[in-house]
């Protein structure tokens, strides 16, 4: 199948570790973001959201962590498996209006190691 | 089914062809939005559609490219006189409102030759 991202930072965890992916957005202004994992040949898939008023916020075996003081997003992926791995990307925006389109960053790609 | 459905999956052009790419969204979905994917590159914005309206085309890369959405459904980009540079993945997108939880189809991979 076709590749994602050939030159992307990659970071490779074992079967069962947890996972952290970082991202650095420059908007101070960014409001809404959004994690979406992206497998070979795929579209983007939607991971877990956050709203500039949260810090933190949970999902299923997911974690997203804001941190607006130093402009950094985080996702955690707890009992990494075989099926997380894929090229992640954080995306960005103004706000939640389609009026101000989603910014995405250049993506990692996290290999689980079985 | 019940995700964004994208045709063809696949297209090879000739330099200086057009080229007409389909995006059927979830169905109820009011916003729908295109993206420009090159590879080993994040997806970059091309334009933005709430229900027939088209409220943002600032991404679109020359007037060579064109969307529209009709019936405020189904959505087609067209670009006119294919370059090599055009050559990406063409990916759509569909929410419920806004930028929300936005699904994506898999997308068209063109290739301009």
């Known amino acids: 199948g076709e590749s994602v991202g050939l030159h992307l930072p990659t970071l490779s965890v074992q079967e069962g570790d947890n996972s952290i992916i970082n991202c650095a957005y420059s908007?101070?202004?960014?409001?809404?973001f959004i994690w979406y994992k992206q497998e070979s040949g795929k579209g983007p898939q939607f991971i877990i959201d956050?709203?500039?008023?949260?810090d933190k916020r949970q999902g299923q075996r997911v974690t997203v962590l804001l941190n607006k003081t130093v402009k950094h997003l985080s996702l955690q992926i707890a009992a990494t498996q075989p099926g997380d791995s894929a090229v992640y990307f954080c995306a960005e925006s103004a706000s939640l209006s389609g009026n101000t389109p989603l910014v995405f960053g250049k993506g990692t790609r996290l290999s689980v190691i079985a | 089914g019940a995700g964004v459905s994208q045709s063809p999956r696949y297209k090879v052009a000739k330099r200086g062809q057009d080229v007409a790419l389909r995006c059927d969204p979830i169905?109820?979905?009011?916003?729908l939005f295109w993206y420009q994917q090159a590879l080993g590159q994040g997806p970059e914005f091309l334009t933005y559609?709430?229900?027939?309206?088209?409220?943002?085309k600032s991404g679109l890369p020359s007037d060579r490219f064109f969307a529209e959405r009709p019936e405020g459904s189904v959505s087609t980009l067209k670009i006119q006189r294919t370059q090599q540079e055009d050559s990406a993945v063409y990916l759509c997108?569909?929410?419920?409102?806004?930028?929300?939880?936005?699904?994506f189809g898999q997308g068209t991979r063109l290739t301009v030759v």
């Open positions: 908007n101070s202004a960014s409001d809404y």
């Open positions: 169905s109820g979905h009011v916003s």
């Open positions: 956050i709203r500039s008023n949260m």
């Open positions: 559609f709430q229900n027939e309206a088209q409220l943002d």
């Open positions: 997108a569909s929410s419920l409102q806004d930028n929300t939880e936005a699904f």
